[in-house]
């Protein structure tokens, strides 16, 4: 394994390797992050001239990543020194790049064209499922790029962010920088590989919570603006049902599935939206964000050479552990890779748009496509009276 570390232009200054050498790099973790579409990289190294402002670049399952470094650290030892380098992908620079005041009515390709104009970035690969969603979102204060980036997500139906980078010269310090957008549950691969405690995994935490959870939403836009003045009726076959003059939103599935002694649970939600009607649209995807108890899981796993070669974020995978009560039968997606290219025990994956199964994973073959799940929740049958909400 072979990372670059490129000048401050981002020309080639070294060229570091995982084995013996002179120029070498260990102790190392890769980071990748699903939700976010943010990596890191750190590592040590024997090289005492690498700065800060420079960058790191690595190929990756076929993709090249560039990390600009951060920070770093020089650390002594009896006989020599170590060099500690921190790097965050270069994505992150569009913290530092901002939009003015716009409003946005349109599909995600529109937006984008929006946004990165002045940027380093330029439209790379956006799904046509992301595509087909028209989407309204403002601002009317400059706000950073990755900031809109993130707050569009939901949405665009929870669509899925990469940062990537075409190489053409490195040399010459010559690349193009892309935003690639993924539909939800795209971005990866459905590899279905296994991890199974006490074979390849081992030490699996399991956290559940509903710090954020509502079942309810009041929706506050620029200037105190609100939705009271919108009705969204059942005979329209509007997302949920909204009540003129009412200032909430709720939603029934969740009210039945965690509720107050009857009592809905209400948060407060403040929105950049500017009219009613973008306001009740940010009220409702911020709803379906957080009205049900999150789940996650953290698993230290053991990858062989070949799992290591073929894991990344975003992939489809089977999880089975039986110590657990009740079982951990899943289907999940990687939304968090935590590697190391040096050393294999340090390898971990957090877990993310999981799904349990009923069927024995144990008893199938790895490569059969586990579609017998868990019922959804049924909608909330009842009406919801005012002594329900107060």
């Given at each position: 394994?072979?990372?670059?570390?490129?000048?401050?232009?981002?020309?080639?200054?070294?060229?570091?390797?995982?084995?013996?050498?002179?120029?070498?790099?260990?102790?190392?973790?890769?980071?990748?992050?699903?939700?976010?579409?943010?990596?890191?990289?750190?590592?040590?190294?024997?090289?005492?001239?690498?700065?800060?402002?420079?960058?790191?670049?690595?190929?990756?399952?076929?993709?090249?990543?560039?990390?600009?470094?951060?920070?770093?650290?020089?650390?002594?030892?009896?006989?020599?020194?170590?060099?500690?380098?921190?790097?965050?992908?270069?994505?992150?620079?569009?913290?530092?790049?901002?939009?003015?005041?716009?409003?946005h009515e349109g599909n995600m390709t529109k937006l984008l064209g929006t946004i990165l104009q002045g940027t380093n970035y330029e439209i790379g690969y956006v799904s046509p499922d992301v595509d087909a969603i028209t989407a309204y979102?403002?601002?009317?204060?400059?706000?950073?790029?990755?900031?809109?980036?993130?707050?569009?997500?939901?949405?665009?139906?929870?669509?899925?962010?990469?940062?990537?980078?075409?190489?053409?010269?490195?040399?010459?310090?010559?690349?193009?920088?892309?935003?690639?957008?993924?539909?939800?549950?795209?971005?990866?691969?459905?590899?279905?590989?296994?991890?199974?405690?006490?074979?390849?995994?081992?030490?699996?935490?399991?956290?559940?919570?509903?710090t954020d959870f509502c079942s309810g939403l009041i929706g506050v836009g620029v200037n105190g603006i609100t939705f009271k003045d919108i009705e969204w009726r059942p005979e329209d076959n509007p997302p949920l049902f909204k009540p003129m003059g009412d200032d909430f939103l709720i939603d029934p599935e969740a009210h039945e599935m965690l509720n107050n002694g009857g009592k809905v649970i209400l948060g407060k939600y403040k929105s950049d939206a500017?009219?009613?009607?973008?306001?009740?649209?940010?009220?409702?995807?911020?709803?379906?964000?957080?009205?049900?108890?999150?789940?996650?899981?953290?698993?230290?796993?053991?990858?062989?050479?070949?799992?290591?070669?073929?894991?990344?974020?975003?992939?489809t995978v089977y999880v089975i552990n039986d110590k657990f009560e009740p079982s951990v039968q899943l289907e999940a997606r990687i939304g968090h890779l935590e590697i190391s290219f040096t050393d294999r025990d340090k390898n971990k994956i957090t877990l993310s748009n999981y799904k349990e199964v009923r069927s024995k994973i144990k008893n199938i073959d790895s490569n059969t496509i586990i579609k017998d799940t868990i019922d959804q929740l049924t909608g909330f049958k009842g009406k919801l009276t005012q002594a329900d909400i107060d």
């Open positions: 394994m072979e990372i670059k570390i490129l000048d401050k232009n981002k020309k080639l200054k070294h060229i570091l390797s995982s084995a013996e050498g002179d120029n070498i790099f260990f102790n190392d973790k890769y980071t990748s992050a699903l939700s976010t579409g943010a990596e890191t990289f750190q590592t040590d190294t024997n090289l005492s001239d690498i700065e800060e402002g420079e960058y790191v670049l690595f190929n990756w399952h076929e993709k090249h990543k560039m990390m600009q470094i951060k920070t770093t650290e020089d650390v002594e030892h009896i006989d020599s020194t170590v060099k500690n380098i921190y790097s965050e992908f270069v994505g992150i620079e569009l913290l530092n790049s901002y939009a003015r005041e716009f409003k979102y403002s601002i009317s204060e400059p706000t950073a790029v990755y900031t809109i980036l993130q707050n569009v997500i939901t949405s665009y139906d929870n669509c899925e962010f990469e940062f990537d980078v075409d190489v053409i010269d490195c040399i010459l310090g010559k690349y193009k920088f892309l935003i690639n957008v993924y539909a939800n549950g795209e971005r990866g691969n459905k590899t279905y590989k296994r991890f199974e405690y006490n074979f390849n995994s081992y030490g699996m935490k399991r956290k559940g919570d509903i500017t009219t009613p009607i973008d306001l009740l649209w940010d009220t409702y995807y911020k709803l379906q964000e957080i009205k049900q108890t999150k789940f996650v899981y953290d698993i230290p796993v053991y990858m062989t050479d070949e799992d290591y070669e073929n894991t990344d974020v975003g992939d």
